[in-house]
């Protein structure tokens, strides 16, 4: 068990608040996938401590997500991450080369972060920044580059969409060289940060996630008509509006969907009635959300795209038919598993 008194004083601070490193937070990938999830701890943070507490406490959280996911992906044997975007991680990472860093001897990487999770989060709760806040991105990255590469890396952003830029960008660079070419300010996330002990506390929940065989195709037992529960994965039928809203109020007052991270629902190439069924989607998409699982809508036909594509739930996983939907759901619930 990691006590309190080995953390460092942000993260102590956090313990106490309950978000130290043997809590769910730290589990709980939402934080990285999730904009609306983000923003209420942005704010949380923020009241309990300040603009500055919150910023260096959301780095360290994301350190210890970076160097975790690092060290699981390491000790899986066959691992290919891709040269130009990172994968095995929460956050989507992709990077850059260097050119002149590289003729000059130094250690830089550019990159951005695509999906502008946190910048997005920020904008949505706290407002427009007048610096770059994806703080928690920043530490993740960090981290994750910090254990992959077997050098302390430190990642500051230089864009930010949440200060009105196009794009969240960032430049990492080797701890022992980064004081001598950025500005204390630059580094103010960072104030005398061990990444020795970050190291330590990743390394102690950092368990190798467990191979999943995801199904490509449906049983051939498989009703389109019924609910299917694999684990980890629903698959939910949308063939009658009232009752495909009442059974999802009826799984969520059931046990068996605590397990349950990804819900497949299966709107089976039905012409949606637009007055009908938003707003029954909508429900049905926020009640999966209470669960703590991502929706996935499949089989979604021409006439019902402009339906879905007024709903108000953000960044909504489509996929095309039902095999794909489900092979997608296994990879999602395998990113959202709680290991501690």
Not at 50 to 72: C, K, P, T, V
Not at 188 to 204: C, G, M, Q
Not at 231 to 246: A, K, Q
């Amino acid at each position: 068990m990691t006590t309190t008194s080995k953390l460092p004083t942000e993260m102590a601070i956090l313990s106490a608040l309950g978000f130290g490193p043997e809590t769910l937070l730290l589990s709980e990938p939402k934080m990285f996938m999730n904009e609306r999830f983000l923003a209420s701890l942005l704010v949380e943070l923020e009241d309990e401590l300040e603009s500055n507490g919150a910023q260096r406490a959301l780095f360290q959280i994301g350190l210890l997500f970076g160097l975790r996911d690092a060290y699981r992906m390491t000790s899986v044997e066959n691992a290919e991450p891709s040269q130009s975007v990172a994968r095995s991680t929460l956050l989507a990472l992709q990077f850059r080369q260097d050119e002149s860093a590289a003729a000059s001897g130094t250690f830089q990487m550019p990159g951005t972060w695509p999906d502008k999770y946190e910048a997005y989060a920020r904008l949505l709760k706290l407002g427009p920044d007048t610096m770059p806040s994806c703080a928690m991105s920043a530490g993740y990255t960090s981290g994750w580059l910090s254990g992959t590469l077997d050098t302390d890396v430190l990642v500051i952003e230089e864009t930010c969409t949440a200060c009105g830029d196009t794009a969240c960008s960032f430049t990492a660079h080797e701890v022992a060289t980064v004081a001598a070419t950025r500005s204390k300010e630059e580094l103010r996330l960072v104030p005398e940060l061990s990444y020795d002990t970050f190291r330590e506390i990743s390394r102690s929940f950092a368990q190798p996630l467990k191979s999943t065989t995801s199904p490509t195709t449906p049983p051939i037992d498989f009703d389109p008509t019924m609910v299917h529960v694999w684990g980890p994965v629903m698959v939910l039928p949308f063939t009658n509006i009232d009752e495909s809203l009442r059974t999802v109020k009826m799984l969520g007052r059931t046990p068996d969907t605590c397990d349950v991270r990804s819900v497949v629902i299966d709107l089976q190439g039905e012409c949606l009635n637009k007055s009908l069924t938003t707003v029954n989607l909508e429900n049905i998409l926020e009640t999966v959300e209470t669960w703590g699982a991502e929706a996935i809508l499949a089989n979604v036909s021409p006439l019902a795209e402009p339906i879905v594509a007024d709903l108000e739930i953000k960044h909504l996983l489509l996929r095309k038919n039902l095999p794909e939907a489900i092979a997608t759901a296994f990879q999602v619930a395998e990113a959202q598993r709680h290991i501690l």
